[in-house]
């Protein structure tokens, strides 16, 4: 019999890493492209070099892989590194947030609407 993995469970800037990659697609998620993206929607701060940390555990781990685009002019002649999200990613993904959602859920009166 063969054995499911089971999902794991995501660190908080794991999670705002594959959710970036998932919205901006395996074409356009890069390190730079996925700093910018989190910034511009969480507002926070975001260090290139801890999204390219961040993308190397996550490819240990099977979550997420990484190929070489094409080469860009404007990065003289170098491709960027893109990402696609594996389903095992997605899956985390989807354990990650529905335990978010779980611990939240009956407190929306004592914090508020989320969003």
Request: glycine share 8%; proline share 5%; charged share 25%.
């Amino acid at each position: 019999m063969v054995r499911k993995p089971v999902p794991q469970s995501l660190a908080e800037f794991e999670l705002l890493v594959l959710l970036a990659a998932l919205r901006l697609g395996s074409d356009e998620a890069y390190t730079v492209s996925i700093a910018d993206h989190i910034q511009q929607r969480t507002g926070r701060s975001v260090r290139r070099a801890n999204v390219y940390t961040t993308l190397q555990r996550l490819e240990a781990k099977d979550l997420v892989t990484t190929r070489l685009g094409e080469p860009r002019p404007e990065r003289g002649g170098k491709p960027r590194r893109l990402v696609t999200v594996l389903p095992s990613g997605i899956a985390s993904v989807r354990v990650t947030a529905s335990a978010i959602q779980a611990m939240v859920g009956e407190l929306r009166d004592l914090i508020g609407e989320i969003g």
